[in-house]
């Protein structure tokens, strides 16, 4: 048995520290928040096997300059004087490239399969209560440009052995008979599924401090005390902590925890808004609308419509602009669609830790022996949390991986 410690109380945090404790490992887990909002909390809640392309493809640097200093588009870069964001982006920019994708796809595939069987696993064991329902995504259509490109995804899905099905205008509305869909099509990825981030995050935590996780919240970690190429303590705004292991699950903070280890992480934060509707939208499935960007997902007793990619710094800054867009959109597709000014003035955003490459860091770091990183998830965060924690119980356990790591070493070069 080993002492671990977990600074990050997200996602992947919480799976960590569910699959270290099953492992039989003494757990504490800090966090500088009060652990009830955050990416974790206003995410679309998909499970995605589906999302095999990474953010780092061709053609993402060209539609990204288009967007990029229009404050309403689905992607918004803030401009700044920042050397880590150009640095970001020159590797974002030589990651863009077919190679990458190809070598990528089965790649995150895997990952992701891994992880929905890991979720259907903690629902079947019903070891606490949460919400899964596994009816797919539709990713949905205006445009034939559009459509074309996303059908040709969806052959590369299913050459992995996912199940999905094109569907025509038709048979879209067919499944979503209360709406008169402004869409010529849909591709339906039937390998998915969706949760309800917030009564899981809850769950898994009550879950965590019953079985003797110590969760410290509101603790900001300060700084590392180093020695033989080990973090040896730990300080926090309130104490100090010694750990056998130490795990980094910090998401959009992390590059300023590596700073204070003397060592640089290439990662930006990607700030995304979530509306939540309460009064009943009659929307049967969730949906990304993909010229607008936009996820909508009938959660357990609301409706969430979320979207953008905003490389703005760390910060919760609310703009409404981009808040309206996400509602114009949805309407768009959804004729009738009504989003009250009570539910757009109470949209919430969270900040996803995006790599130039598209894929997480998970594994250890090779400057300090007893330190795992685990974060650069962008928009898979929550479709990854379970398999991440897998993943970092078997390497820090000793025990065979459930799948070859080595594409997300914190130590690749771009």
């Given at each position: 048995m080993k002492?671990?410690?977990?600074?990050?109380?997200?996602?992947?945090?919480l799976s960590t520290a569910y699959f270290l404790h099953r492992q039989g490992h003494q757990v504490t887990l800090v966090d500088q928040s009060d652990m009830t909002g955050g990416a974790s909390f206003v995410n679309a809640g998909y499970l995605t096997p589906s999302h095999i392309v990474p953010l780092a493809a061709p053609g993402m640097v060209a539609k990204g300059l288009r967007m990029m200093f229009n404050p309403a588009s689905p992607f918004y870069l803030k401009p700044r004087a920042d050397k880590d964001l150009l640095l970001w982006m020159w590797q974002f920019y030589k990651s863009a490239n077919a190679r990458h994708v190809r070598k990528s796809m089965k790649i995150i595939a895997d990952i992701n399969v891994l992880s929905k069987s890991l979720?259907?696993?903690m629902k079947q064991e019903k070891v606490f209560e949460f919400h899964l329902e596994e009816k797919g995504v539709l990713n949905v259509f205006k445009t034939e440009k559009i459509g074309t490109s996303e059908i040709r995804v969806a052959e590369w899905v299913k050459a992995e052995g996912l199940e999905v099905e094109i569907l025509s205008q038709a048979q879209l509305k067919a499944l979503e008979p209360h709406y008169d869909f402004d869409a010529l099509g849909a591709v339906f990825y039937k390998c998915d599924a969706h949760t309800t981030p917030t009564i899981f995050m809850k769950n898994m935590m009550s879950y965590l401090e019953t079985v003797g996780v110590a969760i410290h919240r509101n603790e900001q970690v300060t700084d590392f005390d180093i020695?033989?190429?080990k973090i040896a303590k730990v300080h926090t705004?309130?104490?100090s902590f010694q750990a056998d292991e130490v795990i980094l699950a910090t998401g959009s903070w992390s590059p300023v925890l590596m700073k204070k280890l003397g060592l640089h992480l290439?990662?930006?934060?990607?700030?995304?808004?979530a509306i939540n509707v309460y009064k009943a939208t009659n929307i049967q499935y969730p949906a990304i609308l993909m010229e607008a960007k936009v996820a909508v997902t009938p959660m357990q007793g609301f409706t969430?419509?979320?979207?953008?990619?905003?490389?703005g710094g760390v910060n919760h800054h609310i703009s409404n602009i981009r808040v309206n867009a996400i509602a114009e959109a949805a309407k768009k597709y959804y004729p009738g669609l009504e989003i009250s000014k009570f539910d757009l003035e109470h949209a919430k955003c969270g900040?996803?830790?995006?790599s130039p490459d598209g894929l997480p860091y998970i594994g250890r770091i090779a400057a300090l022996q007893n330190v795992t990183l685990a974060t650069g998830h962008a928009m898979m965060g929550w479709s990854?949390?379970?398999?991440?924690?897998?993943?970092?119980?078997e390497m820090i356990s000793g025990e065979k991986l459930s799948m070859d790591i080595r594409p997300f070493t914190p130590d690749r070069r771009f």
């Open positions: 002492t671990c410690l977990i600074i990050g109380g997200g996602i992947v945090g979720y259907t696993e020695s033989n190429n705004t309130f104490k290439s990662l930006q934060a990607g700030k995304g808004y969430r419509f979320g979207g953008t990619m905003e490389l900040l996803r830790p995006v990854l949390g379970p398999a991440t924690g897998k993943l970092i119980s």
